[in-house]
């Protein structure tokens, strides 16, 4: 059922994946540089998060195993500069798919109120001016915030993902064969 329903979206043409579809092909196409930019800063922010998951290990060994109290400090350094390289960016990516963001807005914008500026004297009179003033906010933000969260979602957190699996791998590679290979078939 879920299937003939995923089937059906696809198909129909004002339907979820053709909105996708046409958002991307008219916003993303024209600012692919700047969503590269935002690509690239969400896997510097996996790749810490992977590498800190990585020596996570390594910090306890050397607290409780080792018991070096240099190593401990070296470790909590490395960890400190992976944190600030996370966070700066963290923070350049939000400012670039801000940035991308207002263009989408500004362009969304003026497009509504040169058609608004078409429209005849009858129009506005069956209107109450809130209405305009919602419709201008609110849709010209709405393909902003699909494409801000469809790009989130498949960068930062795919990206991600990727980095935690390749250190599990790492770590463990049986554990690992065990969790990828034979749990998800396990499942079903």
């Given at each position: 059922m879920l299937e003939s329903k995923l089937q059906q979206s696809r198909t129909v043409p004002g339907g979820a994946f053709g909105l996708v579809r046409r958002l991307l092909?008219?916003?993303?196409?024209?600012?692919?540089?700047?969503?590269?930019?935002?690509f690239?800063?969400?896997?510097?922010?996996a790749?810490?998060?992977?590498?800190?998951a990585y020596l996570a290990g390594d910090i306890v060994n050397q607290a409780y195993v080792k018991r070096d109290l240099t190593g401990v400090v070296v470790a909590g350094v490395l960890a400190l500069?992976?944190?600030?390289?996370?966070?700066?960016?963290?923070?350049?990516q939000s400012v670039m798919l801000s940035r991308i963001g207002?263009?989408?807005v500004a362009e969304?914008?003026?497009?509504l109120f040169s058609k608004l500026l078409q429209q005849n004297l009858g129009f506005f009179a069956d209107h109450h001016s809130s209405e305009f003033i919602a419709r201008l906010t609110t849709g010209a933000a709405a393909a902003t915030q699909v494409l801000a969260l469809l790009i989130t979602a498949v960068g930062r957190d795919f990206f991600t993902?990727?980095?935690?699996?390749?250190?599990?791998?790492?770590?463990?590679?049986?554990?690992?064969?065990?969790?990828?290979?034979?749990?998800?078939?396990a499942v079903f």
């Amino acid at each position: 059922m879920l299937e003939s329903k995923l089937q059906q979206s696809r198909t129909v043409p004002g339907g979820a994946f053709g909105l996708v579809r046409r958002l991307l092909t008219e916003y993303g196409t024209a600012r692919w540089k700047g969503y590269a930019v935002a690509f690239g800063l969400m896997g510097v922010a996996a790749a810490c998060t992977g590498l800190y998951a990585y020596l996570a290990g390594d910090i306890v060994n050397q607290a409780y195993v080792k018991r070096d109290l240099t190593g401990v400090v070296v470790a909590g350094v490395l960890a400190l500069l992976m944190f600030t390289l996370r966070g700066a960016a963290i923070y350049g990516q939000s400012v670039m798919l801000s940035r991308i963001g207002n263009s989408i807005v500004a362009e969304n914008q003026r497009r509504l109120f040169s058609k608004l500026l078409q429209q005849n004297l009858g129009f506005f009179a069956d209107h109450h001016s809130s209405e305009f003033i919602a419709r201008l906010t609110t849709g010209a933000a709405a393909a902003t915030q699909v494409l801000a969260l469809l790009i989130t979602a498949v960068g930062r957190d795919f990206f991600t993902l990727l980095a935690l699996v390749i250190v599990m791998v790492m770590q463990d590679p049986v554990m690992s064969l065990f969790a990828l290979a034979i749990a998800p078939p396990a499942v079903f």
